[in-house]
């Protein structure tokens, strides 16, 4: 199993352009989530996933979309890119119990994204 | 709101030290708490996972505790050894599907 991969491991965008980071797993976890990692800040979460289809917002939604089409696929779009989406970006995914609550969460490599 | 703490920010300990990690939380309303490792440029290692219903859960020469009461958990890491050297943090699965992480205790192992 390649476990949680995402591409690409690194990214320069200029203000205002748009790109999309993918992250994919191989687990059939249901749980999908996108975190940023910031100095002193620790890892935030943006956006995550139940289910395909089925999406909601973390702690720090602004700025980002997400879809999930498929049980593997999760990716982030940042619409209009700006300086304070500078970051380190990190794929996480979970069986889930029960249905309703996360278990072991296994994250990507990440992604390093600078805006100038 | 929960909050998360984790304390000391940075430990250098010898070679062979026992030593403890300590996580801090504000509201005892979790579900579960996992521990991880993140090697410098690189993402996290699941560690420990502890459900609410445990006090604690061992790995190797690793043993996470619990207590809900007293808003805290604590990472044991026994002999250390130079290749234990990364970043730890913890995790409170807080709420549904939501994960609040602190902000990490750097430990260096000297040889």
């Known amino acids: 199993n390649a476990g949680v991969t995402q591409t690409p491991k690194f990214q320069v965008l200029k203000t205002g352009q748009s790109m999309t980071l993918q992250c994919a797993q191989d687990?059939?976890?249901?749980?999908m989530s996108w975190y940023r990692q910031d100095p002193g800040m620790g890892l935030r979460l943006i956006h995550y996933?139940?289910?395909?289809?089925?999406?909601d917002q973390g702690e720090v939604p602004n700025g980002y979309n997400v879809s999930r089409s498929t049980t593997e696929d999760f990716p982030l779009r940042l619409l209009s890119a700006a300086p304070s989406q500078t970051s380190v970006y990190f794929c996480?995914?979970?069986?889930?119990?029960?249905?309703?609550?996360?278990?072991?969460?296994?994250f990507g490599p990440g992604t390093r994204l600078t805006v100038l | 709101k929960q909050e998360v703490t984790q304390i000391p920010a940075a430990l250098s300990v010898p070679e062979g030290e026992n030593l403890v990690l300590n996580c801090s939380f504000t509201?005892?309303?979790?579900?579960?708490l996992q521990w991880f490792r993140q090697d410098p440029g690189k993402g996290l290692t699941s560690l420990l996972l502890?459900?609410?219903?445990?006090r604690e859960q061992t790995s190797g020469r690793l043993n996470a505790s619990l207590d809900k009461s007293s808003g805290r958990s604590t990472l044991y890491i026994a002999a250390s050894q130079p290749g234990d050297s990364a970043t730890y943090l913890c995790?409170?699965?807080?709420?549904?599907?939501?994960?609040?992480f602190g902000t990490g205790t750097r430990l260096k192992v000297l040889a």
């Open positions: 687990m059939n976890h249901e749980y």
């Open positions: 996480a995914s979970s069986r889930l119990t029960s249905g309703i609550r996360t278990d072991t969460q296994y």
């Open positions: 509201d005892s309303a979790i579900y579960n």
């Open positions: 995790a409170l699965g807080s709420g549904t599907y939501k994960y609040i």
């Open positions: 502890i459900q609410s219903s445990q």
């Open positions: 996933s139940v289910g395909a289809g089925i999406t």
